[in-house]
């Protein structure tokens, strides 16, 4: 059986459109010679990687080739008089097989999507190399996995790179535009996609909305974040915003961002303790001041202002002046989002309120992001 090392160009588009792929790749024979002279090539593209599931075959075409030192250079598109290839093919995983005179050559090659209309190369190679170069790509046929040495080790890549880890990850891959995206927190991990909403605009985006409230009067003190969006993706975040938020139209009020605590990466601050202080540097949105302020958390009671006792079960997050603790401080208009804790409506105040000056809202619930 020959092995195959692959050099592919690809070029995808965001909408649907008829694309050409140019696909370079060398062919090697068991003994680890190069290909050479007239061979018939046929290229396929698959909806999976092998034949166990019955997915369908999307595209076929056949290129008499004269082979020479193994290089080829050929290109998917409809330029063989067959059908044409569809951008939105790519939205989704793509396999590549290649025929070499009526034997395929397995596994089938997963081809990445490259955001945009830039080009991607990937080298891919069905053995481990001993040697690899920064970039190159192996794909582990006993995993499915594919991997990529970067900084002298290799490193799992998502199976389909056009599904983000996280609204961060989005943004760098060039979105925009706030709204829900499909999320794949773990990668190339076990863990199944999630739709999430992204703040794209705010301090300069990039913000996965972890928590949002969608009720007005809670009585719990285990307030979860929202499925599919604990865990690594908030331990891997570096900053955590509060807000108000109309989730109808994700506008924000009384935002504020801090480095993301550590306590809280599964457990939400509303259900971290009875009460939790967290002292960091804070960061107003409004006008991008900065100060050094302790953030109090938890389901435990308090008075009329932000932190004043931490007995019972009521529940208040809030932001203080000082880094004392139980002694009513609050601090600006950093959300006082309280009494979530019990049957009483819940509240959406600012931290320098009485926490009964506003109450939540259809229009004004409390959120929680973290990029
Ligand atoms: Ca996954
Ligand atoms: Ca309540």
Redesign the pocket.
Known sequence: MRTLLLAALLISNAVAAPISLQHQARLIDAAGGPLNGEHTIVLSLWTDSDDTESRAQLWSATYPTNVADGYIGLVLDQSDGGDSVDSEWFSGDVWLQTAVDDVALVPRSPILDVPGTSLGVASVSVVRPNTPAPGQLWFDRETGGLEVFVDGDWTAV??NASIPASCAQARQNGQTSSGVYTL??????????VSAYCDMTTAGGGWTRVFVANQNNYSSSSLPYIAGLSGSLIADSTEMMMAYTNPVNGSLANAWYFPTPQNVSSTTPMAVGQCSYYTNSFTRVADNSTSTRTLRMGWGSFGASCDQGCTSTWGQVCLKQSTSQGTPDGFSDFPQFATFAVGTSDHCSASNQDYRTTSCADSRRFTILVR
């Open positions: 998502a199976r794949d927190p773990d990668g190339s991990g076990p863990g199944t996609n």
